[in-house]
Structure formats: C-alpha cells, structure tokens
C-alpha cells in the first residue's frame, strides 16, 4: 500500500510557482484535494484521496522558501493511509534573460521514518496571446534517498504547465506531470480553471487523467491564497 500511496502523489504532480520568485515579505498559501478511483464498481473502498498543503514565502527579492505537505487516505478498510510526505525547499533564480527565467530549487524532505534530499531546475517564460497574458514553465525534480524503501522515494519528475490569465482574472491551466521511478513511468494530463474570488483569493478545479490507465479521471478542487 505504500507504493500505491506513493504513486498517487507522484500523479498529483508537484505544486511550484516554478521559475518565478516570491516578492520579499510576501506568502502564498496553497491547498488541495484530489479524488482518484473512479473506475470500479461504483464502491466508496475504491476511491483514494491525495491532500496538499504548499506553502512559499518570500524571504528576500531572490529567495523563496517553502513548505510542500502531501499524504494520501482511502476508503478501503484493508487500506492504510500513507505517512505524510513533509518537503523543505529553496529556491533562487540562477538567469533572467529576454523574458526567460531558469531557477534552482533544492529539498530536504522525510516520509515516515525515511528522509530524502532532491534538487531541481525550474524554467519559466511569460507571453501575450492577442490581450492575454500567458505562462509556460518546466519544472524538474531530482529525489535521491538511502536506505530500505528508498527505491519508492528515488524519482525523476518532469511537470511542464501552460496557462493563459484572462481579463476577468480568470485563468485557465493545462499540466502534464510525469515521474520516473525506477523502470516505471508514471504520467498525468491535467487540465483546470482558477476562479478568483477577491483580489487575494482563488478557487482551483479540474480533472487529472491518467496517461497509463484508461479509468475515468480523477478530479481536483483547490484553494489559493496571497497575503
């Protein structure tokens, strides 16, 4: 069940504001669940559910610090819900060029009694599409760990976002995650829109299609905060 737990958070792809640093003395906070599961006979055991909590912090101009939760639960008695998934990261800003940016992060992270280390690149570069504003960003992740279970830690992961911000404020987002573990991959195609209630607040949902299993998709709702 570990592994299975494991996996489902790899689909859920990684939360980032990739390439672009907080503002110094700003925050963003970021919560999230997603349903998966849909596909069995119809049974409440069959579902699983992923929750998030991603939290940044600007500490200076530059450096951004963060805090990224994740722990998996399900309904089936015989299913015991995996130990939370606690990250640290820094992230600083490496180049800055002709509306391009590439970024480093790197990450000390523990589940149960197994902690993990990982470092990353994260591109990203803004575009207009007639009077809107877009974004298209790669971010990759390297984890790297030690010990017994570690295989289900060590991990490739490659998340590459394209969105568009409308005048309303609305914006709409299509992501592709995809981790490597070992020989297996793992992928998701997951589109979605962010409604925003307020200058500060904004409602995230979508659906999360699994690019190995032909099963009806998951579905996403989430929550985003800046103060």
Do not use: C
């Amino acid at each position: 069940m570990r592994l299975l737990a494991v996996i489902f958070a790899l689909l859920a792809g990684m939360a980032s504001a990739g390439a672009w640093p907080r503002d110094k003395g700003r925050w963003f906070l970021a919560t999230s669940t997603q349903i998966s599961g849909f596909g069995g006979a119809g049974n409440l055991t069959d579902l699983t559910i992923f929750n998030n909590l991603y939290l940044e912090y600007g500490l200076t101009q530059s450096l951004t610090l963060g805090l990224d939760i994740g722990q998996s639960i399900g309904f089936d008695p015989y299913y015991h819900a995996a130990d939370p998934d606690y990250r640290l990261f820094a992230r600083l800003p490496l180049v800055e060029r002709q509306g391009s940016r590439l970024a480093v992060e790197a990450s000390l992270g523990k589940v149960g009694d197994q902690t993990y280390t990982a470092v990353g690149l994260n591109f990203g570069r803004g575009f207009e599409l007639g009077p809107h504003y877009g974004w298209f960003s790669v971010d990759t992740r390297q984890v790297m760990a030690e010990g017994p279970g570690a295989e289900f830690l060590r991990q490739s992961k490659v998340d590459v976002t394209a969105g568009l911000t409308f005048a309303s404020g609305l914006k709409a987002m299509a992501q592709v995650f995809h981790t490597q573990v070992g020989d297996a991959p793992y992928s998701s195609f997951a589109p979605s829109l962010v409604v925003p209630f307020g200058d500060r607040v904004k409602v995230q949902g979508g659906v999360i299609f699994d690019l190995q299993d032909p099963a009806p998709p998951g579905v996403k709702i989430g929550l985003w905060q800046e103060f």
